[in-house]
Structure formats: structure tokens, C-alpha cells
């Protein structure tokens, strides 16, 4: 069926540089894409989002590039502070009421 | 505050008994949602309702069952038919509009003793 998956598990980096987190998506018919942050014990939190149409978009410290022809998500965090430090959710909205969610990648940011 | 609240935070169960997990929002969102986390895991959606009174199944219903009588208000059963219910459970919601995130409790860790 479809899904979204993650490429790596587990990302450790020093504190300072700057993380990438990858995501792939099978459903090209997608049109809206959300990264999530859960710490340990919580519920996931919005992180930033991305319509179809657009190719980049930048939060604050986040950037989030989509590459529709190969269906392909990525997160990237500029200056990884121990903050940082959480496991990262990539999310596809189909349409509708359903959300796919990727498997997660866990972020260790090494002090 | 607006926001989305799901309790208690530690449930235990003893093989064999039904417990209710409660799942409240006050951000008038029309979309909930359950979902099932196990360690090291992602999010595997359990039912899901779009409006009051209305509810479908999501890929792991199996051995739980929702109501949505109230539009705050998704509760969530699991039943004794769930045979690994030790897990992880997160509630969400959102508006039905489209391009929007889903705002998620803090989450019931459920043991089975």
C-alpha cells in the first residue's frame, strides 16, 4: 500500500552543524506534506509544512525541500542545538481526512 | 488555552478487561483522530472520525472501538479482543479544511499487567 518512509533511523551530529533528515513518499497524487517533532513521552508537534506546488520553504532554523519527481522530502536543520535532539516525522496528506506517517528518524545532537 | 487533552497519562490493565482512553479537544476542529505507537515505531492509525456520529476504521482497528457522540469528545475502547495492547496512544485533531496540520495530545502510555 502506500506509504512514507524515512531513509535513516538515526541521525547523530554535533552540536553546531547542521542536520539533514530524509524522507521518501510513494503516493505521487499528494498535495500536502508536514514534518513532525516528538520528544520522549510527547505527542508529536508541527514542525513546518509544504504544498505540493512549491519546491522550498524556510522556518526558523528549518528549511523543508520537496523533489516531486522523485518523491522526495528532506528536513534540514541549520545549527542543531541539543534542543534539537527528538525523533523527526515526515507526513503525507492524501486528501481527505488520512495522514501517512513515515517511521521516524531520531536525531542525537552530541554536546 | 486551546488545545487537545488525552488522559490519564499511564493506564494499566490486567489482561483480559476493556479500558477507555479519553480524548478531549476545545479547538472546535470537526477531524479526530486515534493512533498507535509502538517503541522505536511510527504512528498506525486506529479510527477516525470526521464529524459527530461518524467514525470509520483505520488500517489497525482491530480489537478497538470509538464513539463520537460530542464533537469535543473520542474516546477510545481497547477491548479485550486487542491481544498486544501495550502501546503507545496519541489522539489528534484538525479542521476539515484542507492543507492543514493535525494538533496531537500528549499521548497515554497503556501497559498490560
Known amino acids: 500500500g502506500e506509504s512514507v518512509g524515512l531513509h535513516l533511523p538515526t541521525l547523530s551530529v554535533q552540536e553546531g552543524d547542521n542536520s539533514i533528515i530524509n524522507c521518501a513518499y510513494s503516493?505521487?497524487?499528494?498535495?500536502?506534506f508536514i514534518w513532525y517533532k516528538q520528544e520522549s513521552g510527547k505527542g508529536p508537534q508541527f514542525i513546518i509544512d509544504?504544498?505540493?506546488?512549491?519546491d522550498k520553504r524556510q522556518g526558523q532554523r528549518v528549511t523543508v525541500l520537496l523533489n516531486k519527481t522523485v518523491k522526495h522530502l528532506s528536513l534540514q536543520i541549520a545549527a542543531t542545538q541539543p534542543g534539537d535532539s527528538a525523533v523527526y516525522f515526515c507526513a503525507e496528506y492524501t486528501g481527505g481526512f488520512k495522514t501517512i506517517f513515515g517511521a521516524g528518524t531520531r536525531l542525537f545532537v552530541k554536546a | 488555552d486551546g488545545g487537545i487533552t488525552q488522559s490519564p497519562k499511564y493506564l494499566f490493565r490486567k489482561e483480559g478487561q476493556n479500558v477507555t482512553l479519553s480524548c478531549e479537544q476545545n479547538?472546535?476542529?470537526?477531524?479526530m483522530y486515534w493512533y498507535r505507537q509502538d517503541p522505536g515505531q511510527g504512528l498506525r492509525l486506529i479510527y477516525y472520525s470526521q464529524i459527530v456520529n461518524d467514525f470509520q476504521k483505520g488500517d489497525i482497528a482491530e480489537g478497538y472501538s470509538v464513539s463520537r457522540e460530542k464533537k469535543e469528545s473520542f474516546p477510545l475502547t481497547v477491548t479485550s479482543a486487542q491481544k498486544n495492547p501495550t502501546a503507545f496512544y496519541l489522539c489528534?485533531?484538525?479542521?476539515?479544511?484542507?492543507?492543514?496540520?493535525?494538533?496531537f495530545g500528549q499521548g497515554t502510555r497503556l501497559t498490560v499487567v
Open positions: 479547538l472546535n476542529h470537526d477531524a
Open positions: 503516493n505521487s497524487a499528494s498535495d500536502y
Open positions: 489528534a485533531s484538525r479542521t476539515t479544511g484542507t492543507n492543514t496540520e493535525a494538533f
Open positions: 509544504i504544498r505540493s506546488n512549491m
